[in-house]
């Protein structure tokens, strides 16, 4: 058994392969940061004795989904479990962001994951076997103010997800999804936030991929992560969407 992880230099992707090669699952890495990659296989290797690939890929690039698939087939390799993890967000009001990095979060965040689960989600569908496993966010439930073009495209990534679980449901191909929160991460950072504060009172990584392990084993189809995250999901399902907007916009300024 093989799984294919994508954004797994770090954070959340990192921490899921850890809990894949626990498993004794063997692993394809994918993201930009090769040397993360190395370290961290090598440690995956030599502890729990799996085989782990790197293969350093930008899929913010356009056809770089093509590109990882060819390689992976180009290598003999087939995919038992993918996880479309990678994905990153910008902080501030849209009609003042760098047009070029919204661009980059809508190739990656939604055209690379659609692509990778279209071209491996065929492959199992013919062996009518295999698990995808699509990482949105608890922002897939609202709008964002001042992170708009994220926000829609977990939302994206959630409504996507949820139709292709029934769509390969016959098939014997099992599609779920992960909802987490704010999360001990590098996320915040890179989208306009700062350092993490180290005292932050948000799980870790290590503590929301052994959830979504979990959960995935138990074919849960939607799976938000914490207590709190989930009654806050409920609530703007439920509220006055004006109400929420505005809500939102105050939290996130």
């Not at 993360?36 to 004795?49: C, I």
């Not at 139709?163 to 991460?185: D, F, K, M, N």
Request: contains cysteine; glycine residues 6%.
């Amino acid at each position: 058994m093989i799984a294919l992880i994508t954004g797994a230099s770090a954070g959340i992707g990192k921490e899921l392969a850890t809990e894949f090669a626990k498993d004794k699952i063997d692993l394809v890495l994918v993201a930009r940061r090769e040397e993360n990659m190395l370290k961290h296989a090598l440690f995956l290797e030599t502890t729990y004795s799996v085989k782990v690939t790197v293969i350093p890929a930008d899929l913010a690039v356009p056809n770089s989904a093509e590109k990882l698939y060819d390689e992976i087939h180009k290598r003999d390799i087939k995919i038992n479990f993918l996880i479309n993890n990678a994905g990153f967000g910008d902080h501030g009001e849209f009609v003042d962001s760098d047009l070029a990095k919204q661009e980059e979060m809508i190739n990656l965040n939604i055209l690379t994951l659609t692509k990778l689960t279209r071209l491996f989600g065929a492959d199992m569908k013919l062996r009518n076997q295999g698990t995808i496993l699509n990482v949105a966010s608890d922002a897939a439930f609202r709008p964002g103010p001042m992170m708009s073009v994220y926000f829609a495209t977990k939302h994206y990534v959630l409504a996507f997800s949820e139709a292709i679980a029934e769509e390969l449901r016959p098939y014997g191909v099992y599609v779920c999804t992960l909802c987490p929160g704010s999360t001990q991460s590098e996320f915040g950072e890179m989208a306009g936030f700062g350092k993490l504060d180290p005292d932050s009172s948000n799980p870790t990584s290590a503590e929301v991929a052994a959830f979504a392990f979990r959960q995935m084993k138990k074919k849960k189809v939607v799976f938000i992560h914490g207590l709190k995250i989930k009654l806050r999901a409920f609530l703007t399902r439920v509220m006055p969407k004006g109400l929420v907007r505005r809500w939102v916009y105050s939290q996130m300024t």
